[in-house]
């Protein structure tokens, strides 16, 4: 993800931020960029001013709109491996789709 040995301490400084939790040196540099900010901008405004924003970023810059055609638990199940790389959660994120799509209909 770009970030330095443990003793740097950029593991920790370029920890997940925002409603996805965008992490990594790499990511938030990219996003910062993006959004006409210089790449080493506080990480701290992904959290505070810019959550909604990274999270749009990351789903586009990964396609992962693409996986969301449907409203199935499958669909639920590879946005979730896109997102995270594997399945942690992925009970708790079927739970609060079904009942957020529950409202949404």
């Known amino acids: ?8 301490g950029s593991g920790y400084y370029r920890r997940g931020r925002g409603y996805i939790q ?7 540099k990219a996003f910062f960029e993006f959004i006409g900010l210089p790449a ?8 505070t001013k810019y959550p909604l924003e990274s999270a749009y970023w990351f789903f586009t810059r ?3 709109w693409l996986k ?4 199935t ?4 199940k590879e946005v979730t491996r896109m997102v995270n790389g594997g399945l942690i959660g992925l009970d708790d994120r079927i739970s ?3 009942h957020y799509w529950g409202i949404l209909k």
């Open 40 to 47: 080493d901008s506080d990480p701290a405004l992904i959290s």
């Open 96 to 98: 609060k789709f079904n």
């Open 73 to 76: 638990e499958q669909c639920v």
């Open 62 to 64: 990964n396609k992962i």
């Open 1 to 8: 993800m770009g970030n330095g040995d443990e003793r740097s």
């Open 22 to 28: 965008l992490t990594g040196t790499d990511n938030q």
């Open 68 to 71: 969301c055609v449907s409203n």
